[in-house]
Nanobody
Framework: QVQLVESGGGLVQAGGSLSLSCAAS????????MGWYRQAPGKQRELVAT???????NYADSAKGRFTISRDNAKNTVHLQMNSLKAEDTAVYYC??????????????WGQGTQVTVSS
């Protein structure tokens, strides 16, 4: 069984910063792409940023220049540093990992989500 657990959400004023972390655990052989997604009330879940095992990154236009994704392959963790936060960044943030296990091969796993609220 694989679990992804996010931490670091909270309430911050516009212009402030927050750092999110996600730790994967379980019978993991390796994790390929890891990413952060978010879902605001009444909206669909959307991509924020992804990072490959080799460190190649991809950002949504809304995140470019403000957010930085990073990962630690040895610890099976992924992080999202969010700066210059705006009210429109308010959402539940989810991490996702493309995880290889002996039993089930490659599957996508999601965390339970962490709330980020930016007050204007």
């Amino acid at each position: 069984q694989v679990q992804l657990v996010e931490s670091g959400g909270g309430l911050v004023q516009a212009g402030g910063s927050l750092s999110l972390s996600c730790a994967a655990s379980g019978s993991i052989l390796k994790i390929d792409v890891m990413g952060w997604y978010r879902q605001a009330p009444g909206k669909q879940r959307e991509l924020v940023a992804t990072i490959t095992r080799g460190g190649n990154t991809n950002y949504a236009d809304s995140a470019k220049g403000r957010f930085t994704i990073s990962r630690d392959n040895a610890k099976n963790t992924v992080h999202l540093q969010m700066n210059s936060l705006k009210a429109e960044d308010t959402a539940v943030y989810y991490c996702k990992g493309s995880v290889t296990t002996w039993a089930y091969g490659v599957n996508d796993y999601w965390g339970q989500g962490t709330q980020v609220t930016v007050s204007s």
